[in-house]
T-cell receptor, first 112, second 114 residues
Framework: AQSVSQHNHHVILSEAASLELGCNYS??????LFWYVQYPGQHLQLLLK??????LVKGIKGFEAEFIKSKFSFNLRKPSVQWSDTAEYFC??????????FGAGTRLAVHP | EAGVAQSPRYKIIEKRQSVAFWCNPI?????LYWYQQILGQGPKLLIQ????????DSQLPKDRFSAERLKGVDSTLKIQPAKLEDSAVYLC????????????FGDGTRLSIL
């Protein structure tokens, strides 16, 4: 069965700390990979996506993610977080027909 | 561009009552999705439309949930009768088509069942 696993449900960091959120997926074919973010009181929005090509993808607001096919992973990184990065982050995978399968999400709290 | 519009934002009903949610996708988007997000979980796809046809409704509890997109634009999702476990946020999303296109999400409807 297709599934997405996010390693951490809650992460607390201080400003300027580095961030890495883990994501592993289980899918039997060619996959497209996504990270979505939901800031407090806002709707889900796309942070970055991987379809093919360079496995290191860069998204908005200084975020990047690396696709490692052998590990079925798509971890999200940011070298220095800000208070405004406080949000919930969702990893997702899609196969045919653009159907998204989401992980359970990681709540990130950044303290000034 | 205007985003995906959903209404109402909040709804509280008693179990066994019925409820309906409305979604207006971004203009020109052929594909529309309804997701259910239970507290502490990621969104789960309930149904996907391509224009006014259903692409995937494999996870829609068809004994109580129904959805339509009659004119290929806006859509309604209905629950009748509601159960306690239906308490969730119902998200609508749209994309240009069902290829590798990003999905744009609405603010969702938070449903509480008493």
């Amino acid at each position: 069965a297709q599934s997405v696993s996010q390693h951490n449900h809650h992460v607390i960091l201080s400003e300027a700390a580095s961030l890495e959120l883990g994501c592993n997926y289980s899918y039997g074919g060619t996959v497209n990979l996504f990270w979505y973010v939901q800031y407090p009181g806002q709707h889900l929005q796309l942070l970055l996506k991987y379809f093919s090509g360079d496995p290191l993808v860069k998204g908005i607001k200084g975020f990047e993610a690396e696709f490692i096919k052998s590990k079925f992973s798509f971890n999200l990184r940011k070298p220095s977080v800000q208070w405004s990065d406080t949000a919930e982050y969702f990893c997702a995978v899609s196969g045919g027909y653009n159907k998204l399968i989401f992980g359970a999400g990681t709540r990130l709290a950044v303290h000034p | 561009e205007a985003g995906v519009a959903q209404s109402p934002r909040y709804k509280i009903i008693e179990k066994r009552q019925s409820v309906a949610f409305w979604c207006n996708p971004i203009s020109g988007h052929a594909t529309l999705y309804w997701y259910q997000q239970i507290l502490g979980q990621g969104p789960k796809l309930l149904i996907q439309f391509q224009n006014n046809g259903v692409v995937d409704d494999s996870q829609l509890p068809k004994d109580r949930f129904s959805a339509e997109r009659l004119k290929g634009v806006d859509s309604t999702l209905k629950i009748q009768p509601a159960k306690l476990e239906d308490s969730a946020v119902y998200l609508c999303a749209s994309s240009l088509d069902q290829g590798n296109q990003p999905q744009h999400f609405g603010d969702g409807t938070r449903l509480s069942i008493l």
